[in-house]
């Protein structure tokens, strides 16, 4: 059992509850943790192996491409993408922030954790 890290994905969205939000959109950063057997592929040293994280990237960036209101929801919808596309995966968590969120205030970022 090993894991697997994204981290500090960047994408410009359109994501959240303000119609301003999904018209300006904002730049968000996901962080992926997934738990898997890696022991095939620590011996093998073969793609087919393993989770192919490139096409984990872009699973997670197609998501990232359709709107949505909450935070909640876009990383459900990545939870459930790279779980389906992947079921080898036995855990996975997603961290995602938007940075300089509309509060009023200087708020570096909000953040949302799933995990299943």
Known sequence: MGKVLLE?????????????????????IID???????GPAEHSDHLNDTVNY?????????????KSHLLEHVARRILDAVKHSFPQIRNLQVKLA????PLGGKVKQVSCILAN
């Open 8 to 28: 500090g994905m960047e994408f410009f969205a359109y994501h959240g509850h303000f119609h301003e939000e999904q018209i300006i959109g904002t730049k968000f």
């Open 32 to 38: 992926l943790e997934m738990d898997f057997d890696t």
């Open 54 to 66: 490139q096409e984990v990237y872009l699973i997670v960036k197609h998501e990232m491409e359709d």
């Open 98 to 101: 938007k940075v300089n969120p």
